[in-house]
T-cell receptor
């Protein structure tokens, strides 16, 4: 069965620090990749997505992610975090030939101190 | 300009008492999904509708059912809630499957007493 691993359960950073959240998935075929964010008390929102083409994708609020097919990875990055980035971040994978279920990782809680 | 609306936001029900959660969308998307998210866990897909075609995930308990009377609305029925069914229930929509993002509602937090 497909699975998604997020390596960090809870990350604590100071403002202006750089961020990298790891995401690995286990599926060898074509995939759609997503990062969703959930701010406190709000619903899941799409940060960025990869379907095809340039493996470096840019999303909202200065986030970017790089798809490395050989490593089955889709890590999320931001060069300088802000207090307002405090949220829970979910990586999700849709395995195109394996059904229609979007498989989520367990999430990473990011706490940014000002 | 809410796009995926879930009611109620909080629902308390008694053990074994049927409960219905509702979801509506203003996006006119073909697909509507129901996810269950337990505390500190990833959202897990229960089932989805593509238009009127229903697809149940293999490990979704029979206790959970769904109805989609029209494009805009989708309901989650829990026939006999157990304590283990306490969770956040998320509704999502998308235009299609491959190469489409899903739009999520705010969720309904279900408590079973």
């Amino acid at each position: 069965a497909q699975s998604v691993s997020q390596h960090n359960h809870h990350v604590i950073l100071s403002e202006a620090a750089s961020l990298e959240l790891g995401c690995n998935y286990s599926y060898g075929g074509t995939v759609n990749l997503f990062w969703y964010v959930q701010y406190p008390g709000q619903h899941l929102q799409l940060l960025l997505k990869y379907f095809s083409g340039d493996p470096l994708v840019k999303g909202i609020k200065g986030f970017e992610a790089e798809f490395i097919k050989s490593k089955f990875s889709f890590n999320l990055r931001k060069p300088s975090v802000q207090w307002s980035d405090t949220a829970e971040y979910f990586c999700a994978v849709l395995a195109n030939q394996a059904g229609t279920a979007l498989i989520f990782g367990k999430g990473t809680t990011l706490s940014v101190s000002s | 300009d809410a796009m995926v609306i879930q009611n109620p936001r909080y629902q308390v029900t008694q053990f074994g008492k049927p409960v219905t959660l509702s979801c509506s969308q203003t996006l006119n998307h073909n697909v509507m999904y129901w996810y269950q998210q337990k505390s500190s866990q990833a959202p897990k897909l229960l089932f989805h509708y593509y238009d009127k075609d229903f697809n149940n995930e293999a490990d979704t308990p029979d206790n959970f059912q769904s109805r989609r009377p029209n494009t805009s609305f989708c309901f989650l029925d829990i026939r006999s809630p157990g304590l283990g069914d306490a969770a956040m229930y998320l509704c999502a929509t998308s235009e299609g499957f491959t190469a489409y993002e899903q739009y999520f509602g705010p969720g309904t937090r279900l408590t079973v007493t």
